[in-house]
């Protein structure tokens, strides 16, 4: 299979079908928030995403901008409290 680029991480990635028949990106090491098994990588965030979709590296900063968000609000509650 030709593999194609992954636009958040950039690597040669083969597509998949999933069970809902659309072509997703393969699971591979990239740009992530969660480990990847036991290897020193993170899994990337567009693992499993539509290879169709144009907005990955936009949803991707936006999800990493609410989690961090988040960690400072915990942080600030933690210290006031």
């Given at each position: 299979?030709?593999?194609?680029?992954?636009?958040?991480c950039?690597r040669?990635?083969?597509?998949?079908?999933?069970?809902?028949?659309?072509?997703?990106?393969?699971?591979h090491?990239?740009l992530?928030?969660?480990?990847?098994g036991?290897?020193?990588?993170?899994?990337?965030?567009?693992?499993?995403?539509?290879?169709?979709?144009t907005?990955?590296?936009?949803?991707?900063?936006?999800?990493?901008?609410?989690?961090?968000?988040?960690?400072?609000?915990?942080?600030?509650?933690?210290?006031?409290?």
């Open positions: 299979m030709n593999k194609i680029k992954c636009p958040l950039h040669g990635v083969e597509s998949i079908i999933n069970k809902q028949d659309q072509q997703v990106f393969q699971k090491i990239g992530g928030l969660w480990k990847y036991q290897s020193k990588g993170n899994i990337c965030w567009a693992s499993f995403k539509r290879i169709e979709r907005d990955i590296p936009e949803i991707y900063k936006k999800e990493v901008e609410f989690w961090n968000n988040e960690l400072k609000r915990i942080r600030e509650l933690r210290w006031n409290s």
